[in-house]
């Protein structure tokens, strides 16, 4: 089981790093201009567009909520690697200059996801795509409160671990809704 989980995981971020890279060579990196409060509220409009949707049952703009999730994942990935370049002055760098950033995260995210598996069993592969949905916007607002105390917690984990659950979470959801075939 863990094997196909590993799999399955490799393939989704396989297809958001291809969207990144793309995106990457089409835009910049005009994203470096954003605060991490600004990265943290576009991922929050993502799951909120997903959950509106999930309590609606339909939609009304076209794109489908995997594009969301895929979202959140690389926006994740951005928050952390805005982190991570904090002390780098430069606002473009190229693809070829982010790619090993990206992918460190990836492997640390991949790793916590294989240890926490270990110990849940993959209790996510029986929860709802709703159920993990509420649980990416809690973490979002739990990062917001810790961004708003200047990231100071007293006894939680920071903010790249909740960045990281979230891309757990969206990996899971979009393994759930066959995103990875």
């Known amino acids: 089981m863990k094997t196909q989980t590993v799999s399955e995981y490799n393939q989704v971020i ?27 509220d576009q991922i929050f409009i993502k799951a909120q567009r997903i959950r509106s949707i999930q309590e609606k049952g339909n939609q009304k703009v076209n794109d489908p909520i995997v594009d969301e999730f895929v979202g959140i994942i690389n ?5 952390l690697m805005q982190i991570s370049l904090r002390e780098e002055p430069e ?4 693809f070829e200059q982010l790619e090993p950033i990206y992918d460190q995260w990836v492997n ?8 926490k598996n270990h110990d849940y ?3 996510w ?4 795509v709703s159920s993990m949905t509420d649980i990416i ?5 739990r990062v917001k409160q810790i961004e708003d105390n200047q990231g100071v917690t007293l006894v939680s984990e920071g903010i ?7 891309i757990n979470y969206a990996v899971f959801c979009l393994i759930k809704l066959q995103y990875h075939v």
């Not at 606002?91 to 190229?94: A, D, G, P």
């Not at 916007?137 to 607002?141: D, E, R, T, V």
């Open 14 to 40: 396989h297809l958001c790093k291809e969207l990144f890279k793309k995106k990457t060579k089409d835009y910049g990196t005009a994203w470096r201009i954003l605060r991490l409060p600004s990265i943290t």
């Open 75 to 79: 926006y994740c990935l951005i928050a």
């Open 91 to 94: 606002m473009e760098l190229t």
């Open 108 to 115: 640390d995210t991949r790793g916590l996801l294989e240890n």
């Open 121 to 123: 069993g993959e209790a």
């Open 125 to 128: 592969r029986d929860m709802r």
């Open 137 to 141: 916007l809690m973490k979002l607002y």
């Open 160 to 166: 790249e671990a909740n960045y990281q659950d979230m």
